[in-house]
């Protein structure tokens, strides 16, 4: 199994930023305002965490892999005076102005807490051991003694994964406390750090950060020290002071614990989080996973997760559904089980990998009514609005289903077990539905800075509301999570008439500042006061 996820690793797809770069219609037609990459960084592996220099775009995602590798063998990676850019890092400056010539930004992934095995300064780490000007950078456990024929080398992999040696950090907290308090422990390597994300911030370095990216997105963040963060913050915003700085804040104690991020959130270090804690309550609300969860406790657990944090931290939270490192938003629905665990067949014989069925989409669609609704910036991962199923990591990473290719239908099970034929191609009408969410959305500043106030949580009825307010607009959101049609009695902020966004054919009569109406079993209705 280890030698088949080894050479899983450095499968390629052929994908390229000159891809994007020809699909970016079909990203600002989608109604897409921001991009972020996972690490683009020059690396061996597919996902990218293992860079070998963190100042370069990786080769073959440019037009010239090899010309690339000899422009950066020209160079002191430690001196930025030396660097230049590759044809894969012009190229990426192209597709920086291509997108903010759309009104699209750009968010950057990157992995402070550990380089690659391959990382140009532990490789010479390995090569000169205790004389090595990088030997400081690592969190080195003992060094090989050249008198004995045994290699002594031993160092931290992030996770215990070799491939991903860690930063060595000065930690002032106890073991295990998070957050970490400290910082890093070479200047050396901070300042290493601060230039690369110079380099992308401000591409031409002269003072406007217009040509450079948008923000950073930071993995692993809980390893890293407050300290480094803080120092990483300040940096960052000299240059671009709108720059966005997003954590990766998750686990406490996998599988059960999820980490309160607030220590974080205070204005010295992220901006916001990557919203785990929001996803898994409404997974477990909408999709009965692992078991049926009331309305009433549905909103305590949402109220208890926005205690303590700010209103432009909530509003900026990144709420998504799945990620790279999940299993795709249809899948999960389609399991019911705990949340990210168990979580591919590798894990769990019976997990489902074939299409999700019609009951899935019905719940897939009030988990987006809700997610497009609820406070914070709604995250799509590519292929999502297409319909792209997949197990946890790798099945989540198939390359993108479009329209004008014909694929295979997909029939492989990896133990060999029957399952269905699922024909791969795009879902239309969920495109559709997407592209709706992201138009009201977008068209409707209540959803992006309105307060919330939950109006309804009947256990009884397994049916939900919460209205956003913002100046003088209201929009209405109600659920029924119940098979069977339900009536419904609401509050609201005005008496008049709401219309439904989604199809605005559907108008009702607020009377009393009280909306009364029958809503369909398993359907959501996204409500505005229109007069």
């Given at each position: 199994m280890q030698n088949t996820w080894d050479k899983l690793q450095l499968r390629r797809y052929g994908g390229d930023l000159q891809?994007?770069?020809d699909n970016l219609d079909y990203i600002q037609e989608l109604g897409i305002t921001a991009i972020y990459f996972n690490p683009l960084n020059d690396a061996p592996s597919l996902h990218k965490y293992d860079p070998r220099s963190w100042r370069h775009i990786d080769v073959n995602f440019g037009p010239n892999p090899e010309k690339d590798k000899q422009i950066i063998a020209s160079e002191d990676p430690a001196n930025p005076d030396t660097w230049k850019f590759t044809t894969a890092d012009s190229l990426f400056l192209k597709l920086i102005k291509e997108l903010h010539s759309r009104n699209i930004k750009l968010v950057m992934d990157y992995s402070w807490n550990h380089t690659g095995s391959e990382f140009w300064a532990f490789k010479d780490v390995k090569k000169n051991g205790?004389?090595?000007?990088?030997a400081d950078w690592y969190e080195i456990k003992s060094w090989d003694n050249p008198n004995t024929p045994e290699n002594e080398f031993a160092y931290d992999g992030w996770a215990g994964v070799k491939y991903l040696p860690e930063i060595?950090?000065?930690?002032?907290?106890?073991?295990?406390?998070?957050?970490r308090q400290g910082n890093l422990h070479s200047e050396a390597v901070k300042q290493h750090i601060f230039n690369v994300a110079r380099r992308w911030l401000d591409p031409n370095n002269d003072g406007n950060p217009e040509d450079g990216i948008n923000g950073f997105r930071l993995d692993v963040a809980e390893k890293l020290p407050l300290g480094f963060l803080r120092d990483f913050r300040k940096e960052v915003r000299k240059i671009n002071p709108e720059a966005l700085i997003i954590g990766e804040i998750w686990w406490k104690k996998w599988p059960e614990e999820l980490m309160a991020p607030n220590a974080y959130l205070q204005g010295d270090v992220f901006d916001c989080i990557m919203n785990y804690r929001w996803y898994r309550p409404a997974r477990h609300?909408?999709?009965d996973a692992p078991d049926a969860m009331k309305p009433s406790e549905f909103v305590r657990i949402l109220k208890e997760k926005m205690q303590g944090i700010e209103a432009p931290r909530l509003q900026?939270?990144?709420n998504l559904v799945d990620s790279h490192d999940s299993p795709r938003v249809s899948t999960s629905l389609y399991n019911n089980g705990k949340y990210k665990f168990q979580a591919k067949p590798t894990e769990d014989p019976d997990y489902k990998i074939d299409k999700p069925d019609a009951h899935t989409r019905k719940i897939q669609k009030m988990l987006l009514i809700h997610q497009f609704t609820y406070v914070g910036s709604p995250h799509i991962f590519y292929g999502d609005e297409v319909g792209m199923w997949g197990a946890d990591d790798p099945d989540c990473r198939k390359p993108m289903v479009w329209s004008n290719i014909k694929y295979e239908d997909e029939t492989h099970h990896p133990f060999g077990k029957k399952r269905k034929t699922d024909k791969v191609e795009q879902d239309t009408s969920l495109l559709s539905f997407y592209k709706k969410l992201i138009s009201i959305r977008k068209e409707n500043p209540v959803l992006m800075f309105g307060n919330i106030d939950f109006i309804l949580a009947d256990d009884k009825n397994n049916t939900l509301a919460y209205s956003r307010v913002y100046k003088n607009d209201e929009i209405v959101v109600i659920f029924n999570k119940s098979k069977e049609n339900k009536d419904i009695y609401v509050r609201t902020k005005y008496n008049g008439l709401y219309t439904d966004l989604q199809n605005e054919n559907m108008q009702i009569m607020s009377v009393g500042k009280k909306l009364k109406f029958t809503l369909s079993g398993e359907t959501a209705v996204i409500l505005k006061f229109v007069q």
């Open positions: 891809g994007i770069i205790k004389k090595s000007k990088y060595k950090k000065d930690l002032t907290s106890a073991p295990g406390e998070l957050p609300f909408f999709a900026a939270m990144m």
